[in-house]
């Protein structure tokens, strides 16, 4: 099974530029194209988070139209930047979509691994959180089928990576979700976006990845003094291949047009 793993578009109105810089809305259609000319088509695209930018409709409307281009099924959840009342209109005939609450789903019948969709966004804050209650249901939809290979999809990354701006909001409730995932070995992933670069540490007994931005890169500055920043990085998403007896395998991908193919290996 084939998973592509977009995240962080940040979709602006028509004719809007991202922060004023870059089209975030060009550089979502780019690797939509991209996904849909991969060879064998992916089963499904997730998309990790910060759909939009500020929440607003005419993002979502025009964020509707870039992704309606998408061959592959499409599953979704919200990160800090969406609002989840526009994230339900643009995605209100999924059938994965709960009508209230967060955002969180589990799909069983796209393929052999079951994906789940873990809301851990708090509305009008930027850092996310791994509730009792959302804990719950997380531990009772794992259960529900304990033997077959699953990916967890959130937007916050649930571990500290150094960059102290992007600590500041990451998941927190990070150890109570570690737990959850660690009694449950069929989980293949846990899926993170939010960061805007790609990053992969040991969690909960598994491997959580967080994917680039289809849209800019967050600076990596491992400092404390360091100041927020952003640079115009080659975008890129995550391709993630399940097979029996071997497992989960996570490819990076960039965006991208480049010089090849050449004859050799």
């Known amino acids: 099974?084939?998973?592509?793993q977009?995240?962080?578009?940040?979709?602006?109105p028509a004719g809007q530029r991202y922060k004023g810089v870059v089209d975030a809305n060009a550089a979502l259609a780019a690797a939509v194209a991209q996904v849909n000319a991969l060879r064998p088509l992916p089963d499904l695209v997730l998309l990790t988070g910060d759909v939009v930018e500020a929440g607003a409709a005419e993002e979502y409307a025009a964020a509707s139209a870039i992704l309606a281009a998408l061959v592959p099924p499409l599953l979704a959840i919200p990160?800090?930047?969406?609002?989840?009342?526009?994230?339900?209109?643009?995605?209100?005939d999924r059938p994965w979509l709960p009508p209230e609450g967060p955002v969180h789903y589990v799909v069983d019948d796209a393929g052999p691994v079951r994906v789940i969709g873990f809301d851990v966004t708090v509305p009008g804050l930027h850092h996310g959180l791994a509730d009792a209650a959302g804990l719950a249901w997380l531990e009772r939809t794992l259960a529900a089928d304990p033997?077959?290979?699953?990916?967890?999809?959130?937007?916050?990354?649930?571990?500290?990576?150094?960059?102290?701006?992007?600590d500041r909001y990451r998941c927190f409730g990070e150890e109570a979700l570690a737990a959850v995932i660690a009694r449950h070995p069929a989980v293949?992933?846990?899926?993170?976006?939010h960061v805007h670069r790609h990053m992969q540490m040991r969690f909960g007994g598994t491997l959580a990845c967080a994917a680039p931005s289809t849209a800019t890169a967050i600076a990596l500055r491992p400092v404390a003094?360091?100041?927020?920043?952003?640079?115009?990085?080659?975008?890129?998403?995550l391709l993630h291949h399940w097979e029996p007896k071997r497992g989960m395998l996570?490819?990076?991908i960039p965006v991208g047009t480049f010089p090849g193919p050449f004859p050799f290996a």
Do not use: K
């Not at 977009?6 to 602006?12: Q, T, Y």
């Not at 990160?79 to 209100?92: I, K, L, V, Y």
């Open 147 to 166: 033997g077959r290979p699953c990916v967890v999809m959130l937007h916050q990354p649930p571990f500290a990576c150094g960059v102290p701006y992007l």
């Open 250 to 252: 996570t490819h990076a």
């Open 188 to 193: 293949e992933r846990v899926l993170c976006g």
């Open 6 to 12: 977009l995240s962080d578009p940040h979709v602006r």
């Open 1 to 4: 099974m084939w998973i592509a």
């Open 225 to 237: 003094e360091a100041a927020p920043a952003s640079f115009l990085e080659p975008p890129g998403f």
């Open 79 to 92: 990160g800090n930047h969406d609002a989840r009342a526009g994230f339900r209109s643009a995605f209100r």
